[in-house]
């Protein structure tokens, strides 16, 4: 069978504008015929519920989303942390705090800290963790991460990684020292504004970068994360790309769960300022949520740290279904927290961006109690399926 078209082959054949113009321009009878049916069935129709028509009904596309999100996923919110291994970066990224020419101080840390900073966040209840790392080949190498797995492991069974990405046989070792997730955003999918934001290092390869899930999901990953840096390029343009790319991998990459985040920018070392037309309002991102769960029922959304406490607590209900909590960015921060008030007991000077809700996560899965939500720390045993085992039928898939 020929191998079938990865992402970036079909990227630049996608009709862009013309979804654009739908999601400036639908009509009230057309949005009206979505939320009559309760779902989008295919890329236009999600471009309709952009629009500014379907803005208008923004409690209607709420309650669906939640409807639908609650029909696949249960009451459970999965809560993971984001351990940073590695603030060193060879990478130019314009609107990030770990680019090679902020001076900030630099830090990898050492496996046996890696290890330590698992132990306090599995104390915390944690048994899903999310390995951050800068782009550096020499800081942070497949073996340098292949022994963070190993370490972390014993006391973490849910492991995935946000790391440079890599070619399928350098994934391969990772998989089969038991990490379940891989996680790369592409920040923006509009080709200029990429190559502005991205002017030096590996990372400016738009294409090679697209592919990084495909590539993930032949060595055998089973979560693949994607998503959108909102706030670097117009929000309709971002959003449309993404929904492309989640589809497609939904297509090619059936036996992974796909998950989206949609993080909008936050303040970091730099000084980047997002311009005024590429912001997402609260109100549109609302919306956003929404038109994806329409568009996407089985994916899971991840709702980050960055987002207010107030934003938080009123998206996570409509459709969110992973969240992170008491989040730190720099590297080595989890061990100087305070562990009563969960509050870093010093300045965070190497910080990728700064937090907006930080709240403990004993403190989340209290609220997501109250909101009768179920905090779910660890949904699946890695150690019960080999990564190397066959598919399992896309129906068991369906979470
Ligand atoms: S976004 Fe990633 S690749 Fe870019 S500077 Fe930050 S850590 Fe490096």
């Known amino acids: 069978m ?3 078209a990865q992402f970036s082959e079909i990227f630049d054949q996608l009709p862009i504008d013309q979804l654009l113009e739908i999601s400036h321009h639908a009509t009230e009878s057309e949005v009206q015929s979505i939320l009559r049916r309760g779902f989008a069935r295919n890329i236009e129709e999600f471009a309709q519920l952009l629009s500014p028509a379907a803005s208008a009904h923004l409690e209607t596309l709420a309650e669906l989303s939640q409807k639908i ?30 680019s090679r020419n902020n001076a900030i101080p630099r830090v990898t840390l050492p496996v046996e800290k890696v290890e330590a900073e698992t132990r306090i966040l599995a104390g915390q209840g ?34 995935s990684l946000e790391i ?10 990772l998989v089969k020292a038991g990490c379940e997730g891989l996680v790369v955003y592409q920040e923006t999918y509009h080709i200029p504004s990429y190559k502005e934001l991205h002017p030096h290092g590996p990372k400016k390869h738009f294409h090679w970068r697209l592919d990084t899930p495909e590539r993930a999901y032949e060595a055998g990953f089973r979560r ?24 497609h991998l939904n297509r090619n990459c059936c036996n992974a ?68 909590a008491g989040s730190a960015t720099e590297p080595g921060a989890y061990s100087d927290y305070d562990h009563q008030s969960w509050k870093p007991s010093r300045q ?45 039928p896309a129906a068991q898939n369906h979470h």
């Open 348 to 392: 965070q000077p190497g910080e990728q961006f700064n937090i907006a809700d930080e709240r403990s996560p004993a403190q989340m899965a209290d609220i997501l109690r109250q909101k009768q939500l179920e905090p779910v720390w660890k949904d699946f045993d890695s150690s019960l399926v080999s990564p190397f085992s066959p598919p399992l």
């Open 257 to 324: 769960q796909l998950a989206l985040s949609f993080p909008r920018m936050r303040p970091a070392a730099g000084e980047f300022q997002p311009e005024e037309q590429n912001l997402l309002p609260d109100r549109q991102f609302v919306q956003l949520l929404c038109a994806l769960r329409l568009l996407l029922p089985h994916a899971a959304f991840v709702l980050s740290t960055r987002e207010t406490p107030a934003l938080r607590d009123g998206i996570i209900p409509l459709g969110i279904t992973n969240i992170s």
């Open 69 to 98: 999100t609650r029909r696949h996923f249960g009451k459970v919110i999965r809560l993971f942390a984001p351990l940073y291994l590695s603030n060193e970066c060879v990478n130019i990224c314009k609107y990030c705090g770990f």
């Open 126 to 159: 944690f048994r899903s963790l999310l390995l951050v790392a800068g782009e550096h080949p020499r800081y942070v190498s497949q073996n340098y991460v292949e022994e963070c797995l190993k370490a972390c492991l014993p006391h973490m069974p849910s492991l």
């Open 164 to 173: 440079a990405p890599m070619e399928t046989e350098e994934y391969l070792p």
């Open 224 to 247: 693949l994360g994607i998503g959108a840096l909102f706030g670097l390029y117009r929000w309709q343009h971002e959003a449309l790309c993404l929904a492309s790319h989640a589809l």
């Open 2 to 4: 020929p191998k079938s």
